[in-house]
């Protein structure tokens, strides 16, 4: 059955420092991959999505996260954190044939940046 | 534009008793969905509805939950009778070009404790 994992569950950065979430499926056919943010207090939001196209895909207030389609990854990054980023991010996927939107969630990963 | 609503915020109900969440989507989205989040685990599909009809309900744990859209507007998940694994947040999301935009507009969660 397909899955998604997320290794890190509660990462602690300080402002300014480099973000790196990994994310990792498990299936063997074609999908679409997202990274959706719940700030606290506040609803599921997408932060990104990739479809097909360029693996590098740049999302809201600077993310980005890269698809290695060998490494069956699509982990997110970002420069340098603000306290504001402080929320818990969830990668999921959906199977490219499932027209219907269902997403397949990892454990999410709650972020935590000190000012 | 008001965003997905979910009712009540917060129930705390005893084992046994009835229990039932309320989704109003997004004005104009025809696709309707549960998820839930059980105790920090990854966020799991329930069903999805499309305007009134019930597209996919392979996530719907047993027959003690039933999910209705009547008309096609708002739903509603009852869980009758609540046993305690069923504690956890109940998100309802909706979306209306998912095939183009891949996006799902979540509301903010219906949290479920059971006694």
């Known amino acids: 059955a397909q899955s998604v994992s997320q290794h890190n569950h509660h990462v602690i950065l300080s402002e300014a420092a480099s973000l790196e979430l990994g994310c990792n499926y498990s299936?063997?056919?074609?999908?679409?991959l997202f990274w959706y943010v719940q700030y606290p207090g506040q609803h599921l939001q997408l932060l990104l999505k990739y479809f097909s196209g360029d693996p590098l895909v740049k999302g809201i207030k600077g993310f980005e996260a890269e698809f290695i389609k060998s490494k069956f990854s699509f982990n997110l990054r970002k420069p340098s954190v603000q306290w504001s980023d402080t929320a818990e991010y969830f990668c999921a996927l959906k199977e490219i044939y499932n027209q219907g939107g269902k997403l397949i969630f990892g454990q999410g990963t709650e972020l935590s940046v000190k000012p | 534009e008001a965003g997905v609503t979910q009712f009540p915020s917060h129930s705390v109900i005893e084992k046994g008793q009835t229990v039932t969440l309320r989704c109003d989507p997004i004005?104009?989205?025809?696709?309707l969905y549960w998820y839930r989040r059980v105790m920090g685990k990854e966020i799991k599909f329930l069903l999805h509805f499309v305007k009134e009809s019930k597209q996919d309900e392979s996530g719907m744990p047993n027959n003690r939950f039933l999910a209705e859209r009547t008309g096609g507007t708002y739903s509603t998940l009852k869980v009758q009778p609540a046993e305690l694994e069923d504690s956890g947040v109940y998100f309802c999301a909706s979306s209306q070009d998912w095939i183009n935009t891949g996006e799902l507009f979540f509301g903010e969660g219906s949290r479920l404790t059971v006694l």
């Open positions: 299936y063997g056919g074609t999908v679409n």
């Open positions: 004005s104009g989205h025809d696709n």
